[in-house]
């Protein structure tokens, strides 16, 4: 069935609202268990769909590490698969749409949210695509200039020994703290601008710089809530690459889920949530 309530859903072009974010709510680790219920709710509700986003992006994973493999970019194996997460926030924009019509009580089918994710190109959306591909470029480009000053270049025939490089000699050891500690800090800076940024966006008219101010704010006004979202999430998601990317299709979608449940909760509802002005 598809949803016949079409004032819900979201417009294909919005007028955004310049230079405005709302005020946020103060959280409590209560948030982030009701939300995790609740994430979990909407997959139990809709498992097929939930996963085929996971399969989706596990799939892709798995190209994306044969065809660096084809290629014979060995050395880009590790930092992509590390750095495969940073994109989950764009790919789980049909998963806040299933959330958000769950919520409402709406009924809905592949066309519906589809459709949903296919306007987004029109809105503000594809800047934040832009801004999360573009740390993932440079966390890329960062291990590959770490590899030139530290590890000299070193011409690895397999993947093997570009993994015994990497964890049993001195300046793999050096390699791997420098850029364990880099890509902290890109991986914190993402967080911060998209976690909220990507399900406001969808469901909300605002523009998407005023979106990542909003993110911001909402984890520097609650930062052991949202640090402590963003260490389930990271824990969550690496352990999911290990079995072949496939534990992403079940931990994806929850997350995901779990993200707009926890927007709900950081900010106050839309008709009733006052703004002012950013500076």
């Not at 924009?93 to 009580?105: D, I, P, V, W």
């Not at 352990?239 to 072949?244: D, I, M, T």
């Amino acid at each position: 069935m598809t949803s016949k309530t079409s004032e819900s859903t979201p417009p294909d072009k919005l007028a955004p609202r310049p230079s405005f974010i709302p005020k946020v709510n103060k959280m409590t680790a209560s948030d982030i268990t009701a939300s995790l219920k609740a994430g979990f709710s909407d997959f139990l509700a809709r498992p097929v769909m939930s996963s085929f986003f996971g399969l989706f992006y596990a799939v892709f994973g798995i190209l994306f590490v044969w065809c660096l493999v084809w290629l014979g970019k060995i050395w880009m194996i590790i930092p992509a698969i590390i750095g495969f997460p940073l994109v989950a926030p764009f790919a789980a924009a049909g998963l806040y749409e299933m959330s958000r019509r769950l919520q409402k009580g709406e009924s809905f089918g592949w066309s519906d949210i589809l459709g949903v994710m296919a306007n987004q190109r029109k809105r503000e959306m594809g800047w934040m695509a832009f801004v999360t591909l573009f740390i993932f470029w440079v966390w890329i480009y960062q291990i590959r200039l770490l590899l030139a000053i530290i590890l000299k270049n070193a011409s690895f025939a397999d993947f093997d020994g570009f993994l015994s490089t990497v964890f049993f000699t001195p300046q793999g050891w050096t390699f791997l703290a420098v850029g364990t500690c880099t890509g902290a800090i890109l991986s914190a800076a993402l967080f911060s601008v998209t976690v909220i940024a990507m399900p406001m966006l969808l469901d909300r008219e605002t523009n998407f710089v005023s979106a990542m101010l909003t993110s911001i704010r909402v984890v520097t006004e609650n930062p052991v809530i949202m640090l402590s979202w963003a260490a389930i999430i990271s824990v969550t998601m690496l352990l999911s690459l290990v079995p072949a990317f496939l534990g992403l299709i079940f931990t994806l979608p929850i997350l995901g889920h779990t993200t707009w449940h926890l927007y709900q909760r950081a900010l106050p509802p839309v008709d009733k949530s006052p703004v002012e002005p950013s500076s």
